[in-house]
Protein backbone atom coordinates (compact mmCIF):
# COMPACT_ATOMS: atom_id res chain seq x y z
CA UNK A 1 0.00 0.00 0.00
CA UNK A 2 1.11 3.26 -0.59
CA UNK A 3 1.39 6.29 1.76
CA UNK A 4 -1.21 8.92 2.29
CA UNK A 5 -2.50 11.17 -0.54
CA UNK A 6 -0.82 13.68 1.92
CA UNK A 7 2.44 13.20 0.83
CA UNK A 8 4.81 15.52 -0.66
CA UNK A 9 5.77 15.05 -4.31
CA UNK A 10 9.13 15.85 -5.82
CA UNK A 11 7.95 19.22 -7.21
CA UNK A 12 6.46 20.18 -3.68
CA UNK A 13 10.14 19.93 -2.45
CA UNK A 14 11.66 21.65 -5.32
CA UNK A 15 9.51 24.45 -4.74
CA UNK A 16 10.22 24.24 -0.98
CA UNK A 17 14.04 24.78 -1.67
CA UNK A 18 13.40 27.79 -4.15
CA UNK A 19 11.15 29.40 -1.45
CA UNK A 20 14.26 29.69 0.67
CA UNK A 21 16.29 30.31 -1.56
CA UNK A 22 17.87 27.73 -2.95
CA UNK A 23 17.98 25.70 -6.52
CA UNK A 24 18.20 22.19 -6.23
CA UNK A 25 17.58 19.48 -8.90
CA UNK A 26 16.31 15.91 -9.12
CA UNK A 27 19.37 14.25 -9.14
CA UNK A 28 20.46 16.09 -6.10
CA UNK A 29 17.31 14.92 -4.28
CA UNK A 30 18.45 11.56 -5.20
CA UNK A 31 21.51 11.96 -3.70
CA UNK A 32 20.20 13.02 -0.57
CA UNK A 33 18.05 10.15 -0.28
CA UNK A 34 19.96 7.64 -0.99
CA UNK A 35 21.08 5.08 1.66
CA UNK A 36 24.67 6.05 1.55
CA UNK A 37 23.52 9.57 2.48
CA UNK A 38 20.42 9.12 4.40
CA UNK A 39 19.60 12.85 4.80
CA UNK A 40 16.15 12.88 3.16
CA UNK A 41 13.26 9.94 3.78
CA UNK A 42 12.74 7.66 1.02
CA UNK A 43 9.13 8.00 -1.27
CA UNK A 44 6.79 5.19 -1.24
CA UNK A 45 4.47 4.87 -3.96
CA UNK A 46 1.24 6.39 -3.90
CA UNK A 47 -1.93 5.87 -5.93
CA UNK A 48 -1.09 6.27 -9.78
CA UNK A 49 -2.22 9.40 -11.70
CA UNK A 50 -3.55 7.86 -14.73
CA UNK A 51 -1.15 5.22 -15.96
CA UNK A 52 1.88 7.26 -14.13
CA UNK A 53 2.50 6.08 -10.74
CA UNK A 54 3.17 8.81 -7.96
CA UNK A 55 6.50 8.62 -5.81
CA UNK A 56 5.69 10.51 -2.07
CA UNK A 57 7.70 11.45 0.64
CA UNK A 58 6.11 12.33 4.00
CA UNK A 59 4.69 15.26 5.38
CA UNK A 60 7.72 17.47 6.64
CA UNK A 61 9.99 16.38 4.05
CA UNK A 62 10.10 19.69 2.73
CA UNK A 63 11.11 21.42 6.16
CA UNK A 64 13.77 18.47 6.33
CA UNK A 65 15.35 19.14 3.05
CA UNK A 66 15.55 23.03 3.95
CA UNK A 67 17.01 22.32 7.34
CA UNK A 68 19.69 20.26 5.41
CA UNK A 69 20.35 22.97 2.46
CA UNK A 70 20.87 25.51 5.17
CA UNK A 71 23.39 23.27 7.04
CA UNK A 72 25.16 22.63 3.60
CA UNK A 73 25.73 26.21 3.39
CA UNK A 74 28.46 25.51 6.70
CA UNK A 75 29.75 22.22 5.84
CA UNK A 76 29.69 19.41 3.02
CA UNK A 77 30.44 16.70 5.63
CA UNK A 78 27.49 14.49 5.45
CA UNK A 79 28.10 12.83 8.95
CA UNK A 80 27.70 16.34 10.43
CA UNK A 81 24.91 17.04 8.28
CA UNK A 82 23.29 13.86 9.55
CA UNK A 83 23.87 14.72 13.12
CA UNK A 84 22.71 18.11 13.11
CA UNK A 85 19.25 16.96 11.20
CA UNK A 86 18.68 14.31 14.15
CA UNK A 87 18.92 17.46 16.15
CA UNK A 88 16.95 19.57 14.77
CA UNK A 89 13.97 16.87 15.41
CA UNK A 90 13.99 15.21 12.01
CA UNK A 91 13.31 11.31 11.36
CA UNK A 92 17.32 10.18 11.71
CA UNK A 93 17.83 7.02 12.96
CA UNK A 94 19.95 6.73 16.32
CA UNK A 95 22.11 3.72 14.45
CA UNK A 96 22.64 6.54 12.19
CA UNK A 97 23.42 9.07 14.46
CA UNK A 98 25.65 6.60 16.32
CA UNK A 99 27.45 5.80 13.12
CA UNK A 100 28.11 8.96 11.95
CA UNK A 101 29.33 10.38 15.57
CA UNK A 102 32.09 6.83 15.89
CA UNK A 103 33.56 7.18 12.49
CA UNK A 104 34.15 11.17 13.25
CA UNK A 105 35.73 10.54 16.72
CA UNK A 106 37.85 7.65 14.71
CA UNK A 107 39.01 9.90 12.38
CA UNK A 108 40.00 12.60 14.92
CA UNK A 109 42.01 10.14 16.69
CA UNK A 110 43.44 9.03 13.43
CA UNK A 111 44.27 11.97 12.77
CA UNK A 112 45.84 12.80 15.98
CA UNK A 113 48.21 10.19 15.48
CA UNK A 114 48.98 10.75 12.20
CA UNK A 115 50.53 14.13 13.13
CA UNK A 116 52.18 12.59 16.07
CA UNK A 117 53.46 9.72 13.62
CA UNK A 118 54.86 12.77 11.49
CA UNK A 119 56.36 15.06 13.98
CA UNK A 120 58.51 11.80 15.69
CA UNK A 121 59.94 11.04 12.27
CA UNK A 122 60.72 15.04 11.72
CA UNK A 123 62.43 14.48 15.04
CA UNK A 124 64.47 11.64 13.90
CA UNK A 125 63.30 9.90 17.14
CA UNK A 126 62.03 6.39 18.03
CA UNK A 127 58.40 5.56 17.27
CA UNK A 128 57.40 4.34 20.62
CA UNK A 129 60.23 6.46 22.42
CA UNK A 130 59.94 9.26 20.67
CA UNK A 131 56.14 9.76 21.51
CA UNK A 132 56.45 12.29 24.53
CA UNK A 133 59.06 14.32 22.57
CA UNK A 134 56.71 14.52 19.44
CA UNK A 135 53.60 15.51 21.39
CA UNK A 136 55.63 18.41 23.78
CA UNK A 137 56.98 19.66 20.34
CA UNK A 138 53.23 19.47 18.39
CA UNK A 139 51.57 21.12 21.82
CA UNK A 140 54.27 23.90 21.79
CA UNK A 141 53.44 24.43 17.71
CA UNK A 142 49.97 24.26 19.09
CA UNK A 143 50.33 26.95 22.04
CA UNK A 144 52.37 29.65 19.78
CA UNK A 145 49.77 29.00 16.98
CA UNK A 146 48.02 32.51 15.76
CA UNK A 147 45.44 32.98 13.44
CA UNK A 148 41.92 31.93 13.21
CA UNK A 149 41.77 28.02 14.10
CA UNK A 150 44.69 28.95 16.86
CA UNK A 151 43.32 28.43 20.63
CA UNK A 152 41.69 31.74 21.73
CA UNK A 153 44.05 33.96 23.90
CA UNK A 154 41.78 35.18 26.47
CA UNK A 155 43.68 35.14 29.78
CA UNK A 156 47.33 36.30 29.59
CA UNK A 157 49.86 33.26 30.72
CA UNK A 158 53.33 33.27 29.94
CA UNK A 159 53.97 31.07 26.36
CA UNK A 160 55.77 28.18 28.46
CA UNK A 161 52.56 28.05 30.70
CA UNK A 162 50.23 27.76 27.92
CA UNK A 163 52.52 25.25 26.08
CA UNK A 164 52.52 22.80 28.96
CA UNK A 165 48.32 23.65 29.63
CA UNK A 166 48.02 22.43 25.55
CA UNK A 167 50.50 19.07 26.18
CA UNK A 168 47.79 18.38 29.18
CA UNK A 169 44.85 18.97 27.79
CA UNK A 170 46.29 16.94 24.58
CA UNK A 171 47.28 14.13 26.92
CA UNK A 172 44.21 13.36 28.89
CA UNK A 173 41.05 14.42 26.52
CA UNK A 174 42.63 13.94 22.82
CA UNK A 175 44.59 10.49 24.10
CA UNK A 176 43.06 9.22 27.52
CA UNK A 177 46.16 9.04 29.26
CA UNK A 178 46.34 9.32 32.90
CA UNK A 179 48.54 11.85 34.22
CA UNK A 180 49.35 13.12 37.83
CA UNK A 181 48.44 16.71 37.58
CA UNK A 182 48.68 19.70 40.68
CA UNK A 183 45.54 22.06 41.35
CA UNK A 184 48.11 24.90 39.93
CA UNK A 185 48.43 22.86 36.32
CA UNK A 186 44.53 22.67 36.16
CA UNK A 187 44.21 26.34 37.26
CA UNK A 188 46.64 27.34 34.51
CA UNK A 189 45.14 25.38 31.86
CA UNK A 190 41.48 26.94 33.12
CA UNK A 191 43.34 30.58 32.43
CA UNK A 192 44.34 29.07 29.07
CA UNK A 193 40.82 27.95 27.84
CA UNK A 194 39.86 31.26 29.09
CA UNK A 195 37.01 30.83 31.83
CA UNK A 196 38.96 31.85 35.00
CA UNK A 197 36.92 34.79 34.99
CA UNK A 198 34.12 32.30 35.98
CA UNK A 199 35.76 31.84 39.56
CA UNK A 200 35.28 35.56 39.94
CA UNK A 201 32.41 36.68 38.06
CA UNK A 202 28.39 36.21 38.75
CA UNK A 203 25.66 37.21 37.17
CA UNK A 204 21.97 39.15 37.95
CA UNK A 205 23.59 38.90 41.51
CA UNK A 206 24.34 34.39 41.59
CA UNK A 207 27.82 33.66 42.30
CA UNK A 208 30.40 32.68 40.11
CA UNK A 209 29.57 29.62 38.04
CA UNK A 210 33.28 28.05 38.49
CA UNK A 211 33.61 26.49 41.53
CA UNK A 212 35.23 23.91 43.30
CA UNK A 213 38.71 22.66 42.71
CA UNK A 214 40.27 23.63 39.17
CA UNK A 215 41.55 19.53 39.05
CA UNK A 216 37.57 18.77 38.64
CA UNK A 217 38.74 19.54 35.17
CA UNK A 218 40.78 16.84 34.58
CA UNK A 219 38.70 14.33 36.58
CA UNK A 220 36.20 14.77 33.36
CA UNK A 221 38.65 13.36 31.45
CA UNK A 222 37.32 10.10 32.54
CA UNK A 223 34.54 9.94 30.79
CA UNK A 224 34.87 12.83 28.07
CA UNK A 225 37.94 12.76 26.62
CA UNK A 226 38.62 11.13 22.79
CA UNK A 227 39.03 7.77 23.57
CA UNK A 228 36.15 7.24 26.28
CA UNK A 229 33.65 8.90 24.29
CA UNK A 230 34.60 5.89 21.64
CA UNK A 231 33.34 3.61 24.19
CA UNK A 232 30.43 5.39 26.24
CA UNK A 233 28.79 5.91 22.47
CA UNK A 234 29.11 2.24 21.40
CA UNK A 235 27.77 1.15 24.86
CA UNK A 236 24.35 3.92 25.25
CA UNK A 237 21.55 2.35 24.46
CA UNK A 238 19.17 4.59 21.79
CA UNK A 239 17.41 5.34 25.19
CA UNK A 240 20.55 7.43 26.16
CA UNK A 241 21.09 8.79 22.94
CA UNK A 242 17.67 10.32 22.46
CA UNK A 243 17.90 12.00 26.01
CA UNK A 244 20.97 12.96 25.10
CA UNK A 245 19.53 14.68 22.08
CA UNK A 246 17.33 17.60 23.43
CA UNK A 247 19.87 18.26 25.86
CA UNK A 248 22.80 18.86 23.45
CA UNK A 249 20.34 20.49 20.65
CA UNK A 250 20.16 23.16 23.34
CA UNK A 251 23.54 23.40 24.89
CA UNK A 252 24.84 24.14 20.85
CA UNK A 253 22.24 26.34 19.75
CA UNK A 254 21.33 28.60 22.99
CA UNK A 255 24.98 28.57 25.73
CA UNK A 256 26.13 30.59 22.84
CA UNK A 257 23.67 32.64 22.51
CA UNK A 258 23.97 33.42 26.73
CA UNK A 259 27.69 34.10 26.41
CA UNK A 260 27.07 36.47 24.07
CA UNK A 261 24.63 38.33 25.81
CA UNK A 262 26.53 38.35 28.95
CA UNK A 263 29.50 39.75 26.94
CA UNK A 264 26.92 42.81 25.51
CA UNK A 265 25.70 43.76 29.02
CA UNK A 266 29.00 43.95 30.83
CA UNK A 267 30.99 45.04 28.14
CA UNK A 268 33.76 42.17 27.99
CA UNK A 269 32.88 39.40 26.05
CA UNK A 270 35.12 37.22 28.38
CA UNK A 271 33.62 39.40 31.32
CA UNK A 272 31.94 35.28 33.45
CA UNK A 273 34.66 33.56 31.27
CA UNK A 274 32.53 32.30 28.83
CA UNK A 275 33.48 34.11 25.48
CA UNK A 276 35.20 30.44 24.49
CA UNK A 277 31.64 29.14 24.03
CA UNK A 278 30.36 31.97 22.46
CA UNK A 279 30.46 31.35 18.78
CA UNK A 280 30.56 26.91 19.16
CA UNK A 281 26.89 27.15 17.25
CA UNK A 282 29.27 28.66 13.80
CA UNK A 283 30.91 25.48 13.63
CA UNK A 284 28.38 22.71 13.34
CA UNK A 285 31.16 20.19 13.32
CA UNK A 286 31.34 21.01 17.61
CA UNK A 287 27.94 18.17 17.97
CA UNK A 288 30.13 15.42 17.03
CA UNK A 289 31.83 16.04 19.98
CA UNK A 290 28.97 17.45 22.52
CA UNK A 291 26.99 14.46 21.57
CA UNK A 292 29.34 12.05 23.24
CA UNK A 293 30.21 14.11 26.07
CA UNK A 294 26.26 14.59 26.63
CA UNK A 295 25.95 10.79 26.59
CA UNK A 296 28.69 10.38 28.77
CA UNK A 297 27.86 12.99 31.15
CA UNK A 298 24.25 11.14 31.31
CA UNK A 299 25.85 7.66 31.93
CA UNK A 300 28.47 9.43 34.73
CA UNK A 301 25.18 10.57 36.81
CA UNK A 302 25.07 14.29 36.07
CA UNK A 303 21.75 14.20 34.46
CA UNK A 304 20.50 16.65 37.06
CA UNK A 305 23.24 19.13 36.51
CA UNK A 306 22.42 19.07 32.49
CA UNK A 307 18.39 19.70 33.51
CA UNK A 308 19.25 22.32 35.45
CA UNK A 309 21.11 24.24 32.71
CA UNK A 310 18.36 23.40 29.80
CA UNK A 311 15.74 24.86 32.40
CA UNK A 312 17.91 27.95 32.99
CA UNK A 313 18.30 28.01 28.68
CA UNK A 314 14.47 27.26 27.69
CA UNK A 315 13.43 31.23 28.10
CA UNK A 316 16.63 31.69 24.96
CA UNK A 317 14.36 31.42 21.98
CA UNK A 318 11.56 33.29 23.18
CA UNK A 319 13.66 36.46 24.36
CA UNK A 320 15.89 36.49 21.06
CA UNK A 321 11.99 36.25 19.30
CA UNK A 322 11.17 39.15 21.20
CA UNK A 323 14.42 41.25 20.80
CA UNK A 324 13.72 40.54 16.54
CA UNK A 325 10.10 41.40 17.09
CA UNK A 326 11.68 44.67 18.94
CA UNK A 327 14.23 45.24 16.23
CA UNK A 328 11.46 45.88 13.93
CA UNK A 329 9.39 48.52 15.95
CA UNK A 330 10.21 52.59 15.22
CA UNK A 331 12.32 53.16 17.65
CA UNK A 332 9.96 55.73 18.91
CA UNK A 333 8.11 53.08 19.93
CA UNK A 334 10.32 51.28 21.60
CA UNK A 335 11.51 54.32 23.80
CA UNK A 336 7.73 54.27 24.55
CA UNK A 337 7.64 50.98 25.70
CA UNK A 338 10.80 51.64 28.12
CA UNK A 339 9.69 54.47 29.67
CA UNK A 340 8.53 53.89 33.09
CA UNK A 341 10.64 50.68 33.30
CA UNK A 342 13.12 50.90 36.17
CA UNK A 343 16.53 51.57 35.05
CA UNK A 344 18.48 48.74 35.00
CA UNK A 345 15.96 47.49 32.92
CA UNK A 346 16.56 50.06 30.48
CA UNK A 347 19.84 49.89 30.48
CA UNK A 348 19.62 46.11 30.34
CA UNK A 349 17.22 46.47 27.19
CA UNK A 350 19.44 49.22 25.42
CA UNK A 351 22.36 47.07 25.78
CA UNK A 352 20.86 44.06 24.21
CA UNK A 353 18.77 46.06 21.63
CA UNK A 354 22.46 47.53 20.76
CA UNK A 355 24.08 43.83 20.67
CA UNK A 356 21.40 42.82 18.17
CA UNK A 357 21.27 45.90 15.80
CA UNK A 358 25.66 45.02 15.39
CA UNK A 359 24.63 41.79 15.23
CA UNK A 360 25.99 40.30 17.94
CA UNK A 361 23.79 38.38 18.78
CA UNK A 362 22.93 36.72 15.60
CA UNK A 363 21.98 32.82 15.81
CA UNK A 364 23.50 30.38 13.36
CA UNK A 365 21.08 29.21 10.49
CA UNK A 366 19.46 25.80 11.42
CA UNK A 367 16.10 24.09 11.52
CA UNK A 368 13.61 23.79 14.26
CA UNK A 369 13.72 22.40 17.50
Known amino acids: ?25 ERMLEDFRSSARGLLP ?11 PVWLYPPGSERQLVSLLRWREHTKDFDVLRVLLWLDGFPISTSAVRKSVSANLSTMTRTLERELAVETSRLGLDSAAGRGAALNSVSSALAAKRGANALPRLVRVTASERASAVELLLRLFAFGETVDTTEEEAATVEKVLGVSPGRRQGVNGSGPWLVGPAQNLFDAAQFVSVPRMAETLNEATDAELESARQLVAMLFRFLPLVARMIGALFGNDNYAGMQGVGHLDENPEFVMLLVPMVVGMIRAGWQ ?14 ALAADIERVLDLPSKEVERNLEGQPE ?11 AALDGKLDQAPHGRL
Open 1 to 25: MGVDSAGIESADLLRAAAAAGFCVS
Open 42 to 52: RPQRGANRGRR
Open 304 to 317: ENLDTIATALEPLP
Open 344 to 354: PVQLRARLLLD
